[in-house]
């Protein structure tokens, strides 16, 4: 298992409405500004850091063998250059190995950080994406997640894959989830496997950044 979630160093994931990239330094002030709405610190069940605790734990979750983060950004703004990546960051995705006599089973986290893109279906094409590279990349067989009790849409979103209640805690008011993958929900949720694109991180954003030259006639 040792640096298996550091794979997608380099990765970029690209889908329909979507991109995902590794969270990297220069996404942490536009994340710690998220993460300083009392609303999302709910959500999430996270308590306000500062600035410099969000680049420890940024660089903490990039060299852990556990974890897999990805930043979520708006694919039609990430396709102008002129936008700076950060401006384009909606949220991120998170794939957690949780016991450690079991790497086929990991905790999925979504979170759809700017209001205005809820509701849109990024959110389900994350869970697409993300539940594929699992799978593939990773050797997941077993999915959880757990979501807040007044969190109906995304409990009805996890449904839709197939996702089943496992235990609901009174305590911390959130309800259990998970599903193991078979060929039928690989038919189901995958379908056909062109939904998704993997290509370099460090390429992509490279030449996003390049200055733009005229075709000289």
């Given at each position: 298992m040792l640096l298996i979630m550091r794979?997608?160093?380099?990765?970029?994931?690209?889908?329909?409405?979507?991109?995902?990239?590794?969270?990297?330094?220069?996404?942490?002030?536009?994340y710690h500004q998220w993460m300083c709405s009392p609303e999302l610190q709910k959500l999430t069940a996270s308590e306000?850091?500062?600035?410099?605790?969000?680049?420890?734990?940024?660089?903490?979750?990039?060299e852990d063998d556990d974890k897999c983060t990805f930043i979520i950004l708006d694919k039609q703004k990430w396709a102008d250059p002129s936008i700076p990546e950060q401006e384009c960051m909606v949220g991120d995705v998170n794939i957690f190995l949780t016991d450690p006599s079991d790497p086929s089973l990991a905790e999925l986290e979504i979170m759809i950080a700017v209001p205005c893109y809820r509701g849109k279906g990024l959110g389900k094409?994350?869970?697409?994406?993300?539940?594929?590279?699992?799978?593939?990349?990773?050797?997941?067989?077993?999915?959880?997640?757990?979501?807040?009790?007044?969190?109906?849409?995304?409990i009805a979103m996890f449904k839709k894959f197939h996702f089943r209640e496992l235990s609901i805690s009174e305590v911390f008011q959130e309800v259990t989830l998970g599903v193991t993958v078979n060929e039928a929900l690989q038919k189901h949720v995958f379908g056909n496997v062109d939904f998704m694109l993997q290509r370099e991180y460090g390429k992509a954003r490279d030449s996003r950044q390049a200055p733009f030259t005229p075709l000289s006639l």
């Open positions: 794979i997608n160093e380099d990765t970029l994931l690209e889908g329909e409405k979507v991109v995902l990239v590794p969270y990297n330094a220069d996404h942490v002030p536009r306000p850091l500062t600035l410099e605790q969000e680049y420890d734990m940024q660089r903490c979750w990039r094409e994350v869970t697409r994406m993300m539940m594929y590279y699992g799978v593939h990349k990773l050797g997941i067989q077993k999915f959880e997640v757990k979501i807040g009790l007044d969190n109906k849409i995304s």
